[in-house]
């Protein structure tokens, strides 16, 4: 009977574009907003036309932002000598999370890729270098995934990184807290133990 | 739900939803396999850096509706080298989009298998900013893998009328010979003057071109072949396999492009 109703199929098709969700998770996100009060459903309509309308990119480091600069950027308190590098801005909220790091970010927006077609000038990385030179960077830390990928891009930015002086560092991989060495793979065991400290 | 075994080499990885993969495999019996590995990008994932790209794995695979599904995964070996330069990196990509693009599921590739893991252990292998011994490797692959298709080109006689090359022409005592992409091989004196687009090869290159469809990795690599030289070949073969196999490979232009910024 839905498929008359033209407003409701609608909702069900934007819906589908969404990463994840499918037409049975479409259908039933639908029909439960159907049943919230019209407050509900128009606050809700808001949010998201407030946050298209709202967030860009920070003009520094191109973290998301409401403003030309974002929140670190903004925030006098933290080191400048120190930028940790990302792949994408939803990874700089995972750290911040962690509580541990007071340095500045800079968002790559994605990993350097062959396949996909994806070179130094179309990530961040030509601002990444106008930055460290701009702010005279002591440090910088690679925060990429721990993938083939992550790796190459990695591999990449500390060659150009290193000719400039800068310090590079990269996080640490092996277990995860928490995690069994009985379960543990070969790569992530080795890594664990090339990249063992003293206590 | 039936499960399979198969030694594969992981080729391409996509995220799907929350903490699911697509991983795209190529294994001797079964060909390409896509297949999805639940929870891989969660770090206490039972698969976390078994199923990284370039990994040659032991997996087993349990048939679904529409993907199937890795139930388990143990590495065989790993390439760790080839994340530690880009340029190898770059290579492995050419080689991965190649085999993903001309491969099809369920038909078994022994060959292309086999071709796959030399290739990618010689590329594992390789000093950092050895880029000639890297296009070396290409242009080995290429040739291989163009021969394990069917496609090598016609270098004994012409590949138009059929007549034979070397009672008539300079291959390879003199100067070289002419080459035509569009007809698969060498071109006679008479034939070359109704043909377009001929590419004149000389000695040198004509020389390791005719051997390289025959030749052992280790001979390529221990070759002393120029930069110059090696580019040609890569170049001559790269245009062959993109007319003949009529697909268009990203990494190629990639590589241009990427050679064009010296970025390494």
Do not use: W
């Given at each position: ?199 | ?117 030399v ?17 070396k490797i290409?242009v080995f692959f290429l040739a291989k893998?163009?021969k ?59 020389e390791i071109l005719i051997s390289l469809f025959s030749a052992k990795i280790e001979n390529i690599i221990s070759s002393?072949v ?7 070949l ?31």
């Amino acid at each position: 009977m839905t498929a008359q109703i033209k407003s409701i199929e609608n909702l069900i098709n934007e819906f589908r574009k969404l990463p994840g969700i499918g037409p049975k998770s479409a259908r039933r996100i639908v029909f439960y907003l159907l049943k919230q009060s019209e407050k509900d459903i128009s606050e809700f309509a808001d949010a998201l036309v407030d946050m298209k309308l709202k967030v860009k990119f920070c003009k520094n480091c191109y973290n998301l932002s409401e403003e030309d600069e974002c929140l670190v950027c903004k925030d006098g308190s933290r080191s400048i000598d120190i930028i940790c590098i990302v792949e994408k801005a939803s990874d700089v909220l995972v750290i911040e999370g962690a509580g541990e790091y007071k340095g500045l970010y800079h968002v790559l927006g994605g990993l350097l890729s062959p396949i996909e077609n994806i070179g130094p000038d179309e990530l961040k990385i030509p601002q990444l270098l106008a930055r460290i030179n701009k702010l005279n960077t002591a440090e910088v830390i690679i925060a990429v995934n721990p993938t083939v990928e992550g790796d190459s891009t990695a591999t990449y930015l500390n060659k150009i990184l290193k000719s400039s002086g800068v310090k590079v560092t990269k996080l640490a991989s092996g277990l995860p807290v928490g995690g069994d060495i009985e379960y543990a793979d070969q790569v992530t065991i080795g890594r664990a133990i090339s990249g063992r400290r003293e206590m | 739900m039936a499960t399979y075994k198969a030694k594969s080499i992981v080729l391409k990885s996509y995220r799907l939803g929350e903490s699911d993969k697509i991983i795209r495999l190529l294994s001797m019996e079964h060909g390409i396999i896509s297949a999805v590995a639940k929870g891989a990008c969660n770090f206490k994932s039972r698969f976390s850096g078994r199923l990284e790209l370039f990994n040659i794995i032991d997996c087993e695979i349990s048939t679904g509706r529409n993907l199937d599904v890795i139930s388990q995964a143990e590495i065989i070996e790993v390439f760790r080298g080839i994340s530690s330069d880009f340029f190898k990196f770059n290579i492995s990509q050419i080689i991965s989009e190649i085999t993903l693009k001309t491969q099809s599921e369920g038909a078994p590739s022994t060959n292309i298998f086999r071709l796959l893991y030399v290739a990618l252990r010689e590329i594992n292998k390789c000093c950092p900013d050895a880029n000639i011994t890297l296009k070396k490797i290409l242009v080995f692959f290429l040739a291989k893998f163009l021969k394990i298709m069917g496609y090598v080109p016609l270098f004994d006689s012409c590949s138009i009328c059929g007549r034979n090359i070397f009672a008539q022409e300079t291959v390879p005592d003199q100067k070289g010979f002419m080459f035509s992409i569009k007809y698969g091989g060498a071109i006679c004196h008479e034939c070359r003057k109704n043909v377009e687009g001929l590419l004149f090869i000389d000695k040198t290159c004509a020389e390791i071109l005719i051997s390289l469809f025959s030749a052992k990795i280790e001979n390529i690599i221990s070759s002393n072949v120029t930069e110059k030289n090696t580019d040609n070949l890569l170049n001559i073969l790269e245009n062959y396999f993109i007319h003949h196999m009529d697909i268009r490979i990203d990494s190629f232009d990639y590589l241009k492009k990427i050679e064009k910024i010296q970025l390494y």
